[in-house]
């Protein structure tokens, strides 16, 4: 018997604002709001091994972990994301002496390079100037202010509003135009737009992407978001060019920077997931930096190699992977990218694919122009609670929702929350490394399907 399978609630505008700050260096996010809409971020996020500890402000240079002890009033013994707890009366009277209490505590006990603070949704409506409160209380210090005031909007685009929020705000060095801060004759420098930490293993992409980028002569000047430190982000006008990895997050992040600074910037086809993409988007960005993919490109030929020779071996004993079906319920980006490398290079065959969030046109007409040529836009029309998948590629919460209903199949995480899994080896879904990585995952899940 099957039990009754919900459809788990996507992450909304107010996580992708929080997960943005939360991916930079030395920085605190102060959530403005009712417990409720801090526990989910805060238990999320305590599966990100970046800057797990808190410190308590230095003295003499000693940095001295803070206590669990000290973690009582306002991080409710967690260690991200603290909350000012409003309530009934905080709605009325309003919300500003709770935040001056926060950030006294914080600026008092925890150690920090910059402080965001992030207004939920119910909080912006109460009408309170926060941003005044916040200079008064942290003279000279770097701090954000972020609204969000839209109850419906998805991820992907409050993480592209705090982006921008956050460039408008912090304070960049004198020379802002991007032609003064830039040296005749050094190694060239991007800055790499729409990696989140929400990614499931985000820290082997950055990893990843750097090293392949150094492969072709070319240094990252930041990943905005995606475990910066505030120095790279002041540092962002003196990039070449912006490589947006996910438009949906990082479109108008470029936009604003080619106004603003005059950098050109690059936008990826798909997510660098597969050999095919990563091949396309390094070999695109060493040309308009006049720089040599050929390293790149030799490393994904042996790879390609390794790969095949492994694939093959299954494929003669079982017929695998092809023709095996997968499913997968993320952002339309993901689905897109996922679903080009398991289709187009393992021969799978998609079964439901569900896109979370709010699909733009661009990536939807992508999506569909894949599916139409691989004959299978039937895959977008069926419910994820009737997949009949081998494969399920998601978040903890959709497979957890799909197994406690008594389907069978394999799952495999590709963002947060996750299934409780500690990684202690870097792992990656991007890249080279993460080509092969994704392969052996598909590989041995269907393997335990046998």
């Known amino acids: 018997m099957t039990g009754h399978c919900s459809t788990p609630v996507s992450p909304d505008g107010i996580t992708g604002m929080i997960f943005v700050m939360e991916g930079i260096r030395g920085c605190v996010t102060l959530l403005n709001g009712p417990m409720g809409c801090r526990f989910y971020h805060s238990t999320t996020s305590q599966f990100l091994s970046i800057h797990p500890m808190l410190y308590l402000p230095s003295k003499g240079g000693v940095r ?97 509003q705090a982006c921008l929020q956050l460039l408008r705000q912090i304070c960049f060095s004198d020379s802002e135009k991007a032609a003064d801060a830039r040296e005749k004759g050094k190694v060239p420098s991007v800055n790499v737009l729409g990696l989140s930490i929400w990614n499931r293993y985000f820290e082997g992409d950055r990893e990843e992407l750097a090293g392949l980028f150094e492969d072709c002569g070319i240094s990252v000047n930041c990943f905005l978001g995606a475990d910066c430190s505030c120095d790279e982000i002041r540092r ?30 690059y936008v990826c086809d798909t997510l660098p997931i597969g050999f095919d993409a990563v091949e396309k988007m390094f070999s695109d960005i060493s040309r308009i930096l006049g720089t040599d993919p050929v390293r790149v490109l030799e490393k994904s030929r042996k790879a390609r190699a390794l790969a095949w020779y492994k694939i093959n071996g299954i494929y ?47 990536g939807q007409r992508k999506l569909r122009e894949l599916l139409e040529k691989n ?59 993460g080509a092969l990585f994704l392969t052996e995952q598909v590989l041995n899940g269907l393997m335990t399907r046998l």
Not at 70 to 75: A, E, G, Q, R
Not at 120 to 141: C, F, H, N
């Open 64 to 160: 001295v972990p803070v206590d669990y002890n000290h973690l009582d009033n306002w991080f409710f013994r967690q260690q991200r994301v603290p909350c000012t707890y409003l309530d009934g009366d905080d709605y009325v009277f309003g919300s500003i002496e709770k935040v001056r209490d926060g950030l006294n505590y914080l600026r008092d006990n925890i150690h920090f390079e910059m402080l965001a603070v992030v207004n939920s949704p119910g909080a912006s409506l109460i009408g309170d100037r926060l941003a005044d409160v916040i200079k008064e209380t942290l003279p000279g210090r770097d701090t954000v202010m972020l609204e969000s005031p839209g109850f419906s909007e998805g991820f992907d685009r409050g993480y592209e």
């Open 236 to 265: 962002i006008p003196q990039a070449e060019l912006n490589v947006v990895l996910d438009p949906d997050r990082g479109l108008e992040t470029a936009g604003y920077l080619e106004e603003r600074f005059g950098t050109p910037y």
């Open 316 to 362: 003669q004993s079982c017929g695998l992977p092809q023709g095996a079906l997968f499913s997968i319920a993320a952002e339309c980006r993901a689905v897109l990218s996922y679903s080009a490398f398991l289709m187009e290079y393992l021969g799978m065959i998609p079964d439901v694919l569900t896109v979370t969030g709010q699909m733009q046109p661009s």
């Open 375 to 433: 004959h299978a836009l039937q895959a977008l029309e069926r419910p994820m609670t009737k997949t009949r998948a081998e494969l399920v590629f998601s978040d903890a919460n959709w497979i957890g929702s799909l197994m406690s209903s008594g389907r069978s199949f394999c799952g495999i995480e590709i963002s947060l929350p996750g299934m409780g899994y500690t990684d202690l080896v870097k792992k990656s879904h991007m890249g080279i490394t």
